[in-house]
């Protein structure tokens, strides 16, 4: 565009301004698509079981992308399924690969994490459901307009988005964290951001949502894990190819061994959908307090009963 060219010629400070920010807001912003089209094929391709399930499903394949066409979108190239068909046909090469790509491209997440910041802090504006009521309260009654609207848009705003979106930044901070230590306090105030806003929003704001009783918080943990088994595959890799001898890269590669064996206890020791037999046979029960004040059984944590003083 000619215009933009004339301007930033004439202004280099914001030339240089945009080209930074360019990349990392046209990453943002496609990808905040993705969820829409993702809950489009599973609402009518699948058989869900409901909303919340239909979330947690979102959730563990818009991370997958993200970590695919964020994270490793330099590794990935000029095409998915032919390096996919590369790494299939010379799997060790997966070392070299990433050892080649990810350390050039740290500057681009130095870039990318602070542009969330200000995405995170947008939300706080709840701008999506102030527009509609803006347009819907001179229909009808203030009440009503109210109503239709909430919620807020569930394809990007549901509990499934927004815990890929964040897992996808701690993962950052992990993989990264070696080769570019900047990106750890970047990733610390991405945190902070996010609990300070989505606290106040969930607590006061948006309205109340199902959850599935930990389903999403494992899964995070399951995504968090795997992300650690990247860091492993990128630092064997770099080590490998800059380190002085073969010593430091198979030090780095046998931390895979411990990776795989706490990954596998987490997935098969952890009960967290249902209490395991032997436990029940043990005598073992629930420390909290079970009633039927609502009309059915209720479940109540001990820390968040009342105190009796």
Known sequence: IS?????????????????GLAASLGLTLFMSFLPTFLFLIFSSSFAVKSDAWLQHLVQQWYFYFLMVFVLLVTAVGNSLWEQT??????????FNVLAATLPTTTHFYLNYVPLQWGSSALVMTRYVNLAKYLGLKGLMTLDRARELAEPE??????????N??????????????????????????????????????????????????????????RHVQQGLLVYVILMTGVLLQRGNGLGPGITAGSSAALWAFTYRRF???????????????DG??????????????????????????
Request: aromatic share 12%.
């Open 164 to 221: 890929a979106r964040h897992t996808l930044m701690c993962v950052i901070g992990i993989v990264l964290c070696t080769l570019t230590p900047m990106i750890t306090p970047l990733v610390f105030i991405q945190a902070c951001i996010d609990r300070t806003c989505l606290a106040y929003l969930f607590v006061y704001a948006e309205s109340r949502k199902t959850d599935l009783g930990g389903a999403f918080w494992h899964s995070t943990l």
């Open 85 to 94: 068909r590369f790494l299939v046909d010379h799997p060790t090469e997966i």
């Open 3 to 19: 215009v933009m060219k004339t301007f930033f010629s004439a202004h280099p400070t914001f030339g240089a301004f945009w080209n």
């Open 267 to 281: 997935r098969h020791q952890f009960h967290f959908e249902s209490l395991p037999l032997k436990d029940i046979s």
């Open 153 to 162: 848009d569930q394809d990007y705003y549901g509990m499934g988005s927004r």
């Open 284 to 309: 073992r029960t629930l420390t909290g307090k079970v009633h039927e004040s609502t009309g059915g059984a209720c479940y109540e944590q001990p820390e968040l009963q009342r105190s009796k003083s």
